[in-house]
């Protein structure tokens, strides 16, 4: 059974290969959040713990919407009938008079893996174009 840690190494991991594939510096990461040197490094080594709104602020940089991020990060969550299980909790939702933004149709199945895909190829592109270390 995969434990919560497991899951946050594995965003940390997803997290950290997007960073190298959009050629956005730590430092410039750190930069534009005003956060402290060294910030970057400590949320992907598991030195601060990882949270979701250190994930949406870093992708905010990264130009990255989360979705993707998740959909990636997820590519098969949910069973069949999920669609069917959102449109009814979107409902219920409403039924409560919550705000949720706009609605947007769930990705179709080929979706995620069609992403993980573009997600993996494109960390192979930016690590074969990496200068090797001297």
């Given amino acids: 059974?995969?434990?919560?840690?497991?899951?946050?190494?594995r965003a940390?991991?997803?997290?950290?290969a997007l960073i190298q594939v959009t050629g956005v510096s730590g430092e410039e990461i750190e930069r534009?959040?005003?956060?402290?040197?060294g910030y970057v490094e400590r949320l992907l080594t598991g030195r601060l713990e990882l949270k979701?709104?250190?994930?949406l602020a870093v992708l905010r940089v990264l130009?990255?919407?989360?979705?993707?991020f998740f959909q990636t990060l997820y590519p098969d969550a949910g069973p069949a009938g999920a669609t069917v299980q959102l449109d009814e909790?979107?409902?219920?939702?409403?039924?409560?008079?919550?705000?949720?933004?706009?609605?947007?149709a769930p990705p179709g199945p080929d979706v995620g893996q069609d992403l993980e895909r573009l997600v993996q190829g494109a960390v192979q592109a930016a690590?074969?174009?990496?200068?090797?270390?001297?």
Avoid: C, N, Y
């Fill in 1 to 9: 059974m995969t434990t919560i840690d497991d899951e946050i190494r």
């Fill in 12 to 16: 940390a991991k997803l997290l950290e």
């Fill in 32 to 37: 534009r959040l005003e956060a402290a040197p």
């Fill in 52 to 55: 979701l709104r250190h994930i």
């Fill in 63 to 68: 130009e990255i919407e989360p979705s993707l």
């Fill in 89 to 104: 909790l979107r409902q219920r939702l409403e039924a409560l008079g919550l705000d949720l933004g706009g609605e947007t």
């Fill in 127 to 134: 690590l074969s174009r990496r200068k090797p270390e001297v």
